[in-house]
């Protein structure tokens, strides 16, 4: 019975260590876990981690100026622009100026360089420098993580059916040809974006590859993303990929990349005065191309404002030529609601409504193999991918040549 009454009280004794040891090993994990200490050290790491991040792409000024919209300007010797971080661009100068596509030149500009609205003070950057944008702590906070600040998601390729990727589309486009650059005029809205994680965009984009891994993209236009510049006005962007998105590229010069030559024009700068429904219409005019001399491709706003080029260097089709280009306007839509978001492309009124209420592209031109400009011919294609929700129209005329209506209110009765 002694005997018995022993094992009796090992068994139980191991038991009550092992609970004791379960115990002692939750304890330590929730000490662990909610330590606040623990907490303070990691955000004493990232923000060491942002403060880098933040020198390496805001470079040393000569002087900085401050936009009546709140942003910071500074204007950075030309060679310290973040571009010349690249091993083959490193100590080297800007690339000279191309030559000019030849032949046809419909656009008249609405909106100059004189409106973009860092300009309003009457303050300007002076030569052998390029204005811009200071990125701030609070703009790497917004994005969904450090290493994503300031590019796409490797989702926000283009496809024809993009309903599983959350990036809906209204677009122009051409393909099957060899492209050397595009040229347009679109007007500049303000469409409401429902989401900070959402974005609207109207943009043109030159591409080659497949749209497997080595999609090649240059990407010009405007856009609202509260996301990346914390607020809702449209503003004039750039964007660039050689690898589908995934691992290089970025918006405007937040990477090394996109090489700066004008002191005039801010990538990332807020557009005033846009479109007003029924009201006055405002559109800018971009044009981009392939300089026939060096094969880098270079970006034209306004009336012969050169923006700047892409090294060829930073593409593998690109380097060669185009094989598709497109028009239009994007959305993203996260359902972050369970349903489809309102967030506007355009103007947020479908095409149909056609001129001072819906948003369009006109005066569509291609660049082609002898560095001229010349009409699209009828195989322009057009695609709404989510026509309940964005549509697109187009046409031919003598004024505005080849144009289309685009956009929508995202949500709605026919889009739940």
């Not at 100026?65 to 100590?91: E, M, N, T, Y």
């Not at 030149?105 to 944008?133: H, K, Q, Y």
Request: hydrophobic letters at 35%; proline letters at 6%; aromatic letters at 10%.
């Amino acid at each position: 019975m002694a005997s018995g009454c022993a094992k009796a009280y090992r068994i139980i004794s191991l038991f009550l260590a092992c609970l004791l040891l379960a115990s002692s090993s939750a304890a330590a994990i929730n000490s662990t876990t909610l330590d606040p200490r623990d907490e303070i050290r990691a955000k004493h790491r990232r923000s060491i981690i942002i403060r880098g991040h933040l020198k390496r792409v805001n470079k040393p000024a000569v002087r900085t100026i401050k936009s009546p919209d709140g942003d910071l300007i500074d204007c950075v010797p030309s060679h310290l622009q973040p571009a010349f971080d690249h091993p083959k661009l490193r100590g080297q100068r800007p690339s000279d100026p191309p030559e000019r596509p030849k032949g046809n030149n419909l656009s008249s500009t609405v909106v100059d360089v004189m409106f973009l609205a860092w300009t309003i003070s009457g303050e300007s950057c002076p030569e052998g420098t390029v204005p811009i944008r200071r990125t701030s702590h609070e703009d790497i906070l917004r994005a969904s993580s450090i290493q994503g600040f300031g590019r796409k998601p490797a989702a926000g390729r283009f496809h024809r059916d993009s309903g599983s990727t959350g990036h809906e589309h209204a677009v122009g486009y051409v393909m099957g040809a060899q492209y050397y650059g595009a040229k347009a005029s679109l007007s500049v809205w303000a469409p409401s974006v429902t989401s900070v994680s959402e974005f609207s965009l109207s943009q043109m984009w030159v591409i080659s590859g497949s749209f497997g891994n080595d999609l090649n993209t240059i990407e010009a236009g405007w856009q609202v993303s509260p996301q990346l510049y914390g607020d809702s006005r449209p503003r004039f962007f750039t964007y660039w990929t050689s690898d589908a998105y995934q691992e290089t590229g970025c918006y405007n010069l937040l990477c090394s990349g996109f090489v700066q030559t004008t002191n005039k024009i801010v990538i990332g700068a807020a557009i005033s005065p846009i479109s007003a429904l029924n009201g006055g219409q405002f559109d800018i005019d971009l044009l981009v191309w392939k300089d026939p001399k060096h094969g880098h491709w270079w970006l034209e706003m306004g009336a012969g404002v050169l923006v700047g080029y892409w090294p060829t260097f930073l593409f593998s089709h690109l380097a060669v030529h185009a094989n598709m280009v497109q028009f239009g306007g994007e959305i993203v839509n996260t359902r972050s609601s369970g349903y489809h978001t309102s967030t506007q492309m355009g103007s947020g009124h479908f095409a149909a409504e056609g001129f001072r209420r819906a948003s369009y592209f006109r005066n569509l031109q291609l660049v082609d193999w002898d560095n001229s400009l010349i009409p699209l011919s009828s195989n322009l294609r057009l695609l709404a991918d989510h026509p309940s929700c964005y549509t697109i129209q187009g046409g031919v005329s003598g004024v505005w040549g080849n144009y289309f209506y685009y956009g929508g209110p995202g949500r709605n009765v026919r889009c739940p």
